[in-house]
């Protein structure tokens, strides 16, 4: 006769768990000694010089040709149309030619992002302030990403960062660490202003969008116009609603007028957090002073 089968062990009651701790700026920065395999051979493609050498046959398609190609396409029909096979066609090589450079389509995006980001304006001369040369960066990135409105296509994931996206970050962190802000402070006040610019330039760039694709600026305001409309009569915005239907006191701002009175206050907020550390930073001085007299 069969033996009784044992009951199962209970599971036992796990113990509290234990807070993961918040993620840091240092954590991102020490990340990268550990990043996945896969996005650092990205990232070296990415880096690479992939020019042809000059001694040799001239060969019929560079690396360049590729990624202006996929750009193109990209204007025309936005990111969904980059393909292999579509960027292969307009070139007029078959899609292994297009795998010898950029083994899969995620490389060749890398390389058209970076190229689409460009570079960034140099520096005015004469020198500005510091809050003069961070507007006009911010007003250089809002047009970068108006000029390139598929680059609003790709989803925020982990991806390699080329030399023109690091190029953007020094441009601004020039004038800032003029500011006299510590570095995490620095690091910090980009976030800011490179969040500021994209997020407020989404109108925009939905603008630019749907001008690609053949709506009229008339038309595209009045199917936005008609849904923030919606707002206006419904008991579960009255807050919304009455900034829509509120009097204007004077001529209505433009997007580009937007843009700038909200980067302004911004700025603002900037500066006086600028002013407060050096006041705090004079009072620690003096009081160190004073203990020791």
């Known amino acids: 006769m069969a033996g009784k089968k044992k009951p199962a062990p209970r ?22 000694v550990r990043i996945d395999p896969d996005l650092r051979r990205r990232s070296q493609l990415l880096w690479d010089d992939r020019s042809q ?32 096979h579509a960027v292969a066609a307009r070139l007029g090589f078959t899609t292994m030619a297009i795998y010898r450079y950029f083994p899969n389509k995620e ?39 108006c000029a390139r409105p598929w680059l609003a296509e790709l989803p925020f ?3 390699p960062h080329g030399p023109n996206w690091l190029s953007w970050l ?11 802000l510590a570095a995490a ?10 969040g500021y610019t994209r997020g407020a330039s989404d109108t925009s760039i939905s603008l630019a969008r749907a001008r690609a694709r053949g709506i009229s600026e008339r038309e595209w305001a009045a199917a936005v116009g008609a849904d923030l409309g919606r707002a206006i009569g419904d ?20 997007m580009e007028e937007s843009f700038d009175f909200g980067l302004q206050r911004v700025l603002d907020g900037i500066e006086l957090y600028v002013k407060s550390e050096k006041a705090r930073r004079a009072r620690t001085t003096r009081r160190a002073r004073d203990a020791k007299s």
């Open 11 to 32: 599971p036992r009651p796990e113990g509290p768990k234990k807070a993961s701790r918040p993620l840091t700026h240092d954590d991102v920065m020490q990340a990268s």
């Open 53 to 84: 050498p000059t001694r040799g046959p001239k060969p019929g398609l560079s690396p360049h040709d590729v990624v202006q190609a996929a750009m193109q396409i990209a204007d025309e029909d936005g990111l969904a149309a980059v393909t292999m």
């Open 107 to 145: 490389t060749l995006f890398d390389a058209i992002v970076d190229a689409g980001i460009g570079r960034p304006p140099h520096p005015a001369e004469p020198r500005g302030s510091w809050r003069t040369e961070v507007a006009r960066w911010a007003h250089a990135e809002r047009a970068m990403l």
């Open 157 to 159: 994931v982990a991806t």
């Open 170 to 180: 020094e441009a601004v962190a020039l004038p800032l660490s003029r500011t006299g």
């Open 185 to 194: 402070d620095l690091g910090q006040m980009i976030s800011i202003i490179d």
């Open 235 to 254: 008991p579960r915005f009255p807050a919304f609603a009455a900034v829509l239907t509120s009097p204007s006191d004077g001529r209505p701002r433009t």
